[in-house]
C-alpha cells in the first residue's frame, strides 16, 4: 500500500521558536496533502488541505501565520509551527491524496509528537 | 460542535465475536463516510467506506451499515482477532468538488480478549 512518512517523529523545543514537519507521500504522488491535529483522547481536526503549487486552505480558527504550510512538490508538503507555545503542543499528521476525488484513500503518516517547553 | 460522534470511549470483545462499533452524525449534508484504524504512534490507516447511495458495505470481516434516517453507521467485524486492537476511527465528508474533507469522530478503543 501507499507509503506516508513524516520526520522528525517527536520533536521538543522551546517557547518561541518554530518548528518544520515534514510530510512525504513515499511511492506516489499526492495531489492534495492535508495536515491535522489531535488532541488527548479528541479527534484528528483538520487544520489545512495543500494542493501542490498553490496556497493551502485553512480551516476556520487555524492561524495562518502561525502554521505555514508549503506544499513544494507532488511528494512533500511542510508544515512550519512559528513561535510554538505550550498550547501548540499537540499530536500533528499530515495525509496524502494521490487523485482528485473524495473517494480516493487518504494515506496518513505516522504522526510528529510537538512539545513545546 | 462535534458532528461524527462516537459515544462509547471504550469496547472489549471476546476472540471470536462479533465486534460491533458505533458512529452518530448530525449533518444530513454528509454523503461519504469512512473507518479508519489507528494504533498508538502510527497514523489512521484506512478500513473501509461507505456511500449514502448504501446501506451496506462488506470487506472480508469488515462489515459498515449505515441508516441515513438515523444518522447512524456501524462497523462490524467478525470474528474478531487480537490484531483488531486499535482506536477505530469514523469519519464523515460531504462531496463537494475540491472541498472534500474529513470529519472525524473522537475514537473508539477496541481490545480483544484472548
Known amino acids: 500500500g501507499a507509503v506516508v512518512s513524516q520526520h522528525p517523529s517527536w520533536v521538543i523545543c522551546k517557547s518561541g521558536t518554530s518548528v518544520k514537519i515534514e510530510c512525504r507521500s513515499l511511492d506516489f504522488q499526492a495531489t492534495t496533502m492535508f495536515w491535522y491535529r489531535q488532541f488527548p483522547k479528541q479527534s484528528l481536526m483538520l487544520m489545512a488541505t495543500s494542493n501542490e503549487g498553490s496556497k493551502a486552505t485553512y480551516e476556520q480558527g487555524v492561524e495562518k501565520d502561525k502554521f505555514l504550510i508549503n506544499h513544494a512538490s507532488l511528494t512533500l508538503s511542510t508544515l512550519t509551527v512559528t513561535s510554538a507555545h505550550p498550547e501548540d503542543s499537540s499530536f500533528y499528521i499530515c495525509s496524502a491524496r494521490e487523485g482528485a476525488g473524495l473517494t480516493d484513500t487518504q494515506y496518513f503518516g505516522p504522526g510528529t509528537r510537538l512539545t513545546v517547553l | 460542535d462535534q458532528q461524527v460522534k462516537q459515544n462509547s470511549p471504550s469496547l472489549s470483545v471476546q476472540e471470536g465475536r462479533i465486534s460491533i462499533l458505533n458512529c452518530d452524525y448530525t449533518n444530513s449534508m454528509f454523503d461519504y463516510f469512512l473507518w479508519y484504524k489507528k494504533y498508538p504512534a502510527e497514523g489512521p490507516t484506512f478500513l473501509i467506506s461507505i456511500s449514502s447511495i448504501k446501506d451496506k458495505n462488506e470487506d472480508g470481516r469488515f462489515t459498515v451499515f449505515l441508516n441515513k434516517s438515523a444518522k447512524h453507521l456501524s462497523l462490524h467485524i467478525v470474528p474478531s482477532q487480537p490484531g483488531d486492537s486499535a482506536v477505530y476511527f469514523c469519519?464523515?465528508?460531504?462531496?463537494?468538488?475540491?472541498?472534500?474533507?474529513?470529519?472525524f469522530g473522537t475514537g473508539t478503543r477496541l481490545t480483544i480478549i484472548p
Open positions: 469519519a464523515a465528508s460531504r462531496v463537494n468538488f475540491g472541498n472534500e474533507k474529513l470529519t
